[in-house]
T-cell receptor, first 115, second 114 residues
Framework: GESVGLHLPTLSVQEGDNSIINCAYS??????FIWYKQESGKGPQFIID?????DKRQGQRVTVLLNKTVKHLSLQIAATQPGDSAVYFC??????????????FGQGTRLTINP | SAVISQKPSRDICQRGTSLTIQCQVD?????MFWYRQQPGQSLTLIAT?????????ESGFVIDKFPISRPNLTFSTLTVSNMSPEDSSIYLC???????????FGPGTRLLVL
């Protein structure tokens, strides 16, 4: 079946540096993508989303880039802080029969911010 | 975004028993979902909880093992039946509203089966 996956399971960056987390997806029909942050002991927290008619979307310190040609999604976090340490998941919305949708999650990348 | 709570937040259970997890939302939502997150892994959808009708289960999940109720637009329950140690996971509730297509998640229920 089609799936969403991540290139790297772990990533360490120095506090204050920028980080980039990557995600590859295989369902070319997907039209909506979400990045979530999951801290230890908590549920996934929405960070930012992007529709397939866009290639870039910016939030506060975060930017999501979508490259539909190569089916690649990335999350850029600027000026990283210790509170950014978490597991980050990408997810795509997949259409099911009868108009229903579901989220398919990637494997996750653990981001560690070093002081 | 909606505020979502889950009860219990964690539990330790004996094999062969059942546990019912509750999900409460502070506003009416169109869609409610139940996910499982096994230790160190990603999230897998168990089922979509449909209001007033039977839940829609994903491949690999069956109603006898994971019965779900959704009596109204703000509340749902997931029961993990006849538990075994392999059921030790985090169980997460999520919701979607008509206005936003993003799913928002509850804090999760951490289950350990001995």
């Amino acid at each position: 079946g089609e799936s969403v996956g991540l290139h790297l399971p772990t990533l360490s960056v120095q506090e204050g540096d920028n980080s980039i987390i990557n995600c590859a997806y295989s369902n070319s029909a997907s039209d909506y993508f979400i990045w979530y942050k999951q801290e230890s002991g908590k549920g996934p927290q929405f960070i930012i989303d992007i529709r397939s008619n866009m290639d870039k979307r910016q939030g506060q310190r975060v930017t999501v880039l979508l490259n539909k040609t190569v089916k690649h999604l990335s999350l850029q976090i600027a000026a990283t802080q210790p509170g950014d340490s978490a597991v980050y998941f990408c997810a795509e919305k997949e259409w099911l029969s009868q108009g229903a949708q579901k989220l398919v999650f990637g494997q996750g990348t653990r981001l560690t911010i070093n002081p | 975004s909606a505020v979502i709570s889950q009860k219990p937040s964690r539990d330790i259970c004996q094999r062969g028993t059942s546990l019912t997890i509750q999900c409460q939302v502070d506003s009416q939502v169109t869609m409610m979902f139940w996910y499982r997150q096994q230790p160190g892994q990603s999230l897998t959808l168990i089922a979509t909880a449909n209001q007033g009708s039977e839940a829609t289960y994903e491949s690999g999940f069956v109603i006898d093992k994971f019965p779900i109720s959704r009596p109204n637009l703000t509340f749902s329950t997931l029961t993990v039946s006849n538990m075994s140690p392999e059921d030790s996971s985090i169980y997460l509730c999520s919701v979607e509203t008509r206005i936003q297509e993003t799913q928002y998640f509850g804090p999760g229920t951490r289950l350990l089966v001995l």
